[in-house]
């Protein structure tokens, strides 16, 4: 029942994450019986993105400048560093810490078994960047997996090395969570990450 | 934090039903960091589609071609002709029934009120089809609403000023729910539509 051309297009939608055959359908319709000029829209919205973004220059999140919107900015500061594993953490941190510094994007995480090592993670263009001098304070976000803690501790030695200071986003419980459901990892390191209460913890 | 063209991207992809912002934000990082080439192909198929997709000669359902791949079939039984009101009823019925006639899809249902009269249903064209001599009953599978009960009561006097036989689909109540949730129209209906059991309709 479905064109030649519409057959494709049911299954190229099927490469966008959480599409199944039945959102494809929906999507395929609904382009095309209800917003042409949106498809349209974002038919080349697709290409030019495929065709331009790449990598920025100085912390290696997507966009088709040489410097990202980030970078480029006169009003972050200068000498923060935060080193996340991909976009997505930026993005979440972003959205929802009013931290103010910048990033730098690892696109991954050490893990030799899988050919990932320190090259592919722009470590020595991360080390370039220590040796710049306006860094004070490199923040590591890596995830809280065996892979990104060994990455995490290679990326402090960097900034030691260089005697800048290196800390670590707190593991622990998440915030809203019960207690009795957290595992015995993050509950050990909730109880090793204490912090002593007193008038200036409060938030 | 987004650079100008991923930003248009994320609104681009916003288009699509049942997508909002964040999982227009998984979609573009998935395309950009995993599947540029499925993002290709999904940019290339939308706009050629879009290009040149419209609707059958014979049927109005969507295609590419002058006549849709059903219109086209030699296989399909000529002389029944199912109407219902948009593609997305034919695909249903065509993934669920054994029907192996005909369609005619009126891209809509009867609202005078919205402007939506005979023209925009292509009841000339479905008349003229009546008068071509194939077609020796027509199924009207209209929703069971008042402008779709509207609508296939016009279409059953064109079929019957042709001497043409008509029928409309059962509506009654859904397999597999349950009775006392079922709205007062619907068992009205059920009521009144229910049929003599004997050996030929068990199924």
Known sequence: MWSPLLRELLQAFRVLPGVGPRSAQRMVLHLMLHNRTGGERLGHALLAALEQVGLCDQCRMLTEERLCPLCASTE????????????ADLIA???????????FVLMGRLSPL???GPTELGLEKLAARLDGGDIREVILATSPTM??????????MLASSRGIAASRIAFGVPVGSELEFSDSGTLRHAFAGRAALGKDTAS
């Open 76 to 87: 972050r500061d200068q000498s923060l560093l935060c080193v996340v594993e991909n976009p």
């Open 147 to 156: 892979e990104g803690i060994a990455t995490s501790d290679a990326i402090s």
């Open 93 to 103: 941190i972003e959205q929802s810490v009013g931290y103010r510094g910048l990033y």
């Open 114 to 116: 899988n050919g990932v």
